[in-house]
């Protein structure tokens, strides 16, 4: 069984966040993004981390981080407290399937658990990406809400 590590992530691993957000939009969207702006986005995150979170996961005998996630918070009026966002989730290929979503995903959910002002988490998935979608479902998420809208500057 592999030994999975999760932790804040550092500034010493901005290279592998930018890498891995390139790949993201590639693998997902099919988007070749700036490295210039995402590397200068993923500093001003490890910077500052009332803009965000990332948390990376390490695998035990692998050199550098496999995979990470990064969290923003939404203020609820309906529920009075936090929801916390999944973002920017990203695992090296070779990797998946071996748990370290679920690494990732069971240590940021017993942070929320633990914390009154934090009352739940959620995520957007392309609705095109089945598989990620079937992951999300066994471990409980459900999509049935909210549909996702966005007008974003190009």
Same mark, same amino acid.
């Given at each position: 069984?592999?030994?999975i590590k999760v932790r804040v992530a550092r500034p010493r691993d901005r290279k592998s966040l930018t890498d891995f957000q390139v790949? $993201? &939009?590639?693998?997902?969207e099919g988007q070749e993004l700036d490295r210039r702006i +995402? #590397?200068?986005? +993923?500093?001003s995150v490890l910077d500052d981390p009332q803009k965000a979170t990332y948390f990376v &996961?390490?695998?035990e005998g692998v050199r550098g981080i496999v995979g990470?996630?990064?969290i923003t918070d939404e203020w609820s009026d309906w529920r009075n407290g !936090? +929801?916390? !966002?999944?973002? #920017? $989730?990203y695992v $090296?290929?070779?990797?998946?399937n071996?748990?370290?979503f679920t690494a990732l995903f069971e240590h940021v959910w017993m942070i929320v658990d633990s914390t009154s002002d934090v009352k739940g988490i959620r995520l957007y998935v392309d609705k095109r990406n089945i598989s990620a979608r079937e992951v999300y479902e066994a471990i409980g998420m459900t999509g049935e809400h909210y549909t996702t809208y966005e007008l974003m500057k190009e």
């Open positions: 069984m592999d030994i790949q $993201l &939009a590639l693998e997902t +995402v #590397s200068q986005g +993923v500093k &996961a390490e695998l990470c996630l990064m !936090w +929801v916390w !966002w999944i973002q #920017s $989730l $090296l290929p070779e990797y998946r071996r748990g370290i």
